[in-house]
DNA sequence: GTTAGCACTCAAAACAAGGGAGTGCTAATA
DNA sequence: TATTAGCACTCCCTTGTTTTGAGTGCTAAC
C-alpha cells in the first residue's frame, strides 16, 4: 500500500497537509491567505491559490461553494492517511492504563475500554466482543433444574462459558446426568467445533442408548452457542460525541449515525469486515463511502484488530468526522490494541 | 388519585381536552378559531377565546409567546392523564403477539419487546431485566476448568442462570468437588437470599473443613451476582424515534436524552424509581419535571411494571415528547405487560 | 351569555443591501 | 520563468426592513 506520492511536487504535499491540518482543527473551508500565512515556506497566497488550483484539479481538494476555501476530498484524506500510516510505524511505547481497572468479565473490560477510548478521543466508539470462531471446547456439563429442565454449561477456550436450558420430555436420574456428562465430557473435551462430525454425532448417540434425544439437544445448543453473528456482543460509547461535530450534527446525519449504534446490526458487519481484511494488527482507515456500513458515509472510521488469544479475535473502532484527529486515533488505538493483547495473552490472572 | 376537576365546568373540561388532543397531533399551538371548528359544541372563537383566558389563568395551558396559540402545561397534561386513567379502566382484550416470537432466553425476549413497543409507538423504549431481588436460589454446580479454576454456576429462581470463573490455589479433585456441591446444595437449595446468614455461612465452612476456602469464595460469588445494582440489564430500542419530533430534536435536547440512553445509570434510576412507587401493574405517568431522570425533563415517560413470577419484577417504559399520545401508549403497554406476565408466569415452556 | 368586529401583537417568512472572504486572471516584477 | 500585487467578480452570510397572517383582548351589539 505504498503511496503514489509521484505526481504531486514537495511543495504541494506541504500546502496539501497544511490545508488538510487547519481544516482538522477548524472545520472550516481553508483559503489562500489564511496558508500563506500558516505554512512555512514564505509563500503569497497568489502563489497559493495557483497551486491549490492545481490540487483541486487533482482531486485531492475541492469548494463547497465557488468563492469558498477549500476542503480536503475523501482523496486528500487517503493520501494524508496513508503518510501518517508510514511515518507511524513505531513507538507505542506510553501505555495509557489509566482508566483500565482490572476487573474480571471480559464484558466489563471491553465496555470499560470502550468508554476510555471514547473520553480520550471525543468520538463514538465500538469494542466487538471476540468471535469465538475456530474454537475449542473445554468442558460441557448437564445439571437438573426441574423436572423436565437441565440447563447444559458450555465452557470454550478462553474460558468464555455458556449455558442454556434444555426442556426434556423426561425426568432423568442423578446417575443418567453423570453418565452423560462423563460421556460427552470424554469425547468432545478440548475438540474444535470443526471436529465435531455428524460420525462422531451419530456414536455419541449410540453410546446414549435411550438418552440420545438428550445428546442431540446438547449439540444443537453447542451449535447455537457457536454460531457466530447470534452474539456479537458490541459495546459502544460516546455516541453523543458527534454532536461536538456541526458536519455531523444535522437531524438527518445524527439519526442515521446514532441509529446504526443502535441497530448494532451494522455495526456487526463494520467488524466482520474489519476481521476479514486479513492483516491482522494494522489499523484500518476507512474513509466516508470506503466504510462498508452506509449510514457512515460521512465519517471516517479507524479500526484495529485485537486478539485475545486461542484465535479469538475482536474489533476495536472510533467512529468520528472525516476531519478526525487521524494522528491521536491511531496513536491511541494501537496503545489499546496491545494493552488488551497484553491483558489476556501473557496474563489471565488477576 | 381522583382528578379534581371540581373547578372546572363541563364545558371547560371539553375544550381543554380539545386543546390538548388537537395539539397532541399536530405540535403546533391550537387557536380559537381552529377549536371553535374542531369541538362538538358550536360555540364563536370569541366564546373559545374567553374560556381559554380563563384555563390560562388556571395554569392549565400557555402561549408560547404573545399571540400564539395555546399549549398544554404539565399541569394540563397531568389532568387530561388523569381522567385517561380512570376512563381506561377495562378492556385489555387484544393481543399483540405479532412479532413476539418465543425465544427461549429472556434477553431476547425483552430486547424483542424493546423493538416491538417502539415501531408500535414511534417512540423511544427500554425494557429492564428483571431485577432477582429477594430470590431464591435454587442451585449450585461447581466445575473443574483449569488446574486452579473452577466454575460456579448459579441458577436463581425463574431459572436466571449466573457463573463466575474462581480462582482456587490449589487443584480440587473430582471427589472433592462432588463432595462440595452436595454440600452447597443440600444447604442452600430453594434457600432466599435472605435466609443465608452469617451463622450459616460459618457451619457451611466447618463442614467443608480443608475447603472451607472455596466455599468462601463460592459465596462471595453469590453474593456478588446477587447484588442488584451490578447487573440490572436494560434494553432499549428507538432512541432515534425522538427526532421525529421536532421538539425534542434540537442539538441540546437530543444530546441529552440519547446519552441518558446511553449511558443507562439514568434508566436504572428510573426503573428503581418506578419499581419503588408501590402499586404494582399500575401504569406510571411522569410528565416533565416529575421524572427522576434530570435529562427527560421535556419529555413525558410512562412506565409500566411487569412480573416475571417469584418476585422478579421489570420495568417497561416509553420516553417521548410530552404531547404523546398518551392513550394509545397506554393501552400497549399493558397489552405488553400482560403479555410478559402471562408468559412466564402461566406457561414457562416453549 | 354569546358573538361580531376591530385594533393590536408578534413570530416567521420574504426581501434587500452591505460586508467580506475567497477566487481567477492579468500585468508587473525579480 | 516563477512569483507576486492588484483588481474585478462571485457568492455566502449577516443584518435590517417589510409584509403577512394567525391569534389575542376588548368592546359593543345581539
Do not use: W
Amino acid at each position: 500500500m505504498a503511496v503514489d506520492t509521484s505526481s504531486l511536487s514537495e511543495r504541494k504535499l506541504i500546502i496539501l497537509k497544511a490545508i488538510i491540518q487547519n481544516y482538522l482543527e477548524t472545520g472550516e473551508p481553508v483559503g489562500s491567505r489564511t496558508l500563506s500565512k500558516y505554512t512555512e515556506l514564505n509563500l503569497s497566497s497568489a502563489t497559493i491559490r495557483n497551486e491549490m488550483a492545481d490540487l483541486e484539479d487533482l482531486g485531492y481538494i475541492f469548494q463547497p461553494h465557488t468563492s469558498a476555501g477549500r476542503i480536503p476530498s475523501d482523496k486528500g484524506y487517503r493520501l494524508y492517511v496513508d503518510m501518517l500510516m508510514e511515518e507511524k510505524e513505531q513507538e507505542i511505547t506510553e501505555r495509557e492504563d489509566a482508566m483500565l481497572e482490572k476487573a474480571d468479565k471480559v464484558e466489563k473490560v471491553l465496555q470499560q475500554a470502550a468508554k476510555v477510548l471514547a473520553s480520550n478521543t471525543n468520538y463514538a466508539t465500538m469494542v466487538s466482543a471476540p468471535v469465538n470462531n475456530r474454537n475449542t471446547l473445554k468442558f460441557i456439563q448437564l445439571s437438573q433444574v426441574d423436572e423436565e429442565q437441565i440447563v447444559a454449561v458450555i465452557v470454550l477456550g478462553g474460558n468464555v462459558i455458556k449455558n442454556k436450558i434444555i426442556e426434556v420430555g423426561e425426568t432423568l436420574s442423578n446417575e443418567t446426568l453423570l453418565k452423560l456428562n462423563m460421556l460427552l465430557n470424554t469425547t468432545l473435551n478440548g475438540m474444535s467445533i470443526d471436529q465435531i462430525t455428524l460420525g462422531l454425532i451419530a456414536r455419541l448417540k449410540e453410546q446414549a442408548g435411550i438418552h440420545s434425544e438428550v445428546i442431540g439437544h446438547v449439540l444443537d445448543a453447542v451449535a447455537e452457542i457457536i454460531h457466530v453473528d447470534d452474539d456479537m456482543k458490541i459495546y459502544t460509547s460516546g455516541t453523543t460525541n458527534i454532536f461536538k461535530y456541526p458536519e455531523l450534527s444535522d437531524k438527518q446525519s445524527a439519526q442515521e449515525i446514532i441509529s446504526a449504534f443502535e441497530e448494532k446490526q451494522q455495526l456487526e458487519d463494520l467488524v466482520t469486515e474489519t476481521l476479514a481484511s486479513g492483516d491482522d494488527h494494522a489499523i484500518q482507515v476507512y474513509i466516508g463511502d470506503e466504510a462498508p456500513v452506509k449510514n457512515m458515509k460521512d465519517c471516517s472510521v479507524v479500526t484495529a484488530t485485537y486478539e485475545l488469544g486461542e484465535g479469538m479475535k475482536g474489533t476495536i473502532g472510533i467512529i468520528g468526522p472525516k476531519r478526525m484527529d487521524y494522528e491521536h486515533v491511531m496513536k491511541t488505538l494501537k496503545t489499546l490494541q496491545s494493552e488488551l493483547d497484553a491483558i489476556y495473552n501473557k496474563n489471565p490472572k488477576e
